[in-house]
């Protein structure tokens, strides 16, 4: 069965490094996501991608952030300058269509992010 | 807020029972979909069942969903050890909305 598959599994960064988080959505679908869920939270949405570009994001998704869709297969996150407050697993999604619109949205294995 | 909530928090069962989790949200919905999160894992997508639906079978899970009452559940049969879990309910178009979840334990 196809899957969104994510790496790295697990990476440490120091304080104020660039982190690059790396995703290959299933290969029919045309919606992206970044979720990421803090140890012992919820799951929260971060941003959705559509079309070559944002089409939603939340109020975590600040100008530290930014995503990518360098090529035809993957899908990046991007954090400039990371903070210990974004120690936390990160998780790409994709779908066919919108959820709304009755479309399973699949995650990946999640990237754990620890900032040091 | 569409946010959801899954009731119980925790709940602990003996193999072979079946285990029984709720999930309430606030707004009108398209669809909601059930998750299931293993400790430190990704999210793994169980059923989706939509607004017009009352009721949905896989396997071993059965989800129904009352519009009216902004509810949903999801019955696990003859729970296996390997069901210990988190579970999930999220609604949402491009944006899900995830509750804090239920922590389901099966216990051999």
């Known amino acids: 069965e196809p899957e969104v598959t994510q790496t790295p599994s697990h990476q440490v960064t120091q304080m104020g490094q660039e982190v690059i988080l790396r995703c290959v959505p299933i290969s029919n679908h045309l919606y992206f996501y970044w979720y990421r869920q803090i140890l012992g939270q919820k799951v929260e949405f971060l941003v959705s991608f559509y079309n070559n570009e944002i089409s939603e994001k939340s109020e975590i998704f600040d100008d530290q952030f930014s995503v990518e869709r360098p090529d035809g297969s993957n899908f990046t996150l991007k954090i400039r300058s990371t903070k210990l407050e974004d120690s936390a697993m990160y998780f790409c999604?994709?779908?066919?269509?919108?959820?709304?619109?009755?479309?399973?949205?699949?995650f990946g294995e999640g990237s754990w992010l620890t900032v040091v | 807020s569409q946010q959801g909530e899954e009731d119980p928090q925790a709940l602990s069962i003996q193999e072979g029972e079946n285990a029984t989790m709720n999930c309430s949200y606030k707004t009108s919905i398209n669809n909601l979909q059930w998750y299931r999160q293993n400790s430190g894992r990704g999210l793994v997508h169980l059923i989706l069942i939509r607004s017009n639906e009352r009721e949905k079978h896989s396997g071993r899970l059965r989800v129904t969903l009352d519009t009216s009452k902004k509810s949903s559940s999801l019955l696990i049969t003859a729970s296996r050890a390997a069901d210990t879990a988190s579970y999930f309910c999220a609604q949402g178009a491009q944006k899900l909305v995830f509750g804090q979840g239920t922590r389901l334990t099966i216990n051999p």
């Open positions: 999604a994709s779908s066919v269509g919108q959820g709304n619109a009755g479309n399973t949205i699949y």
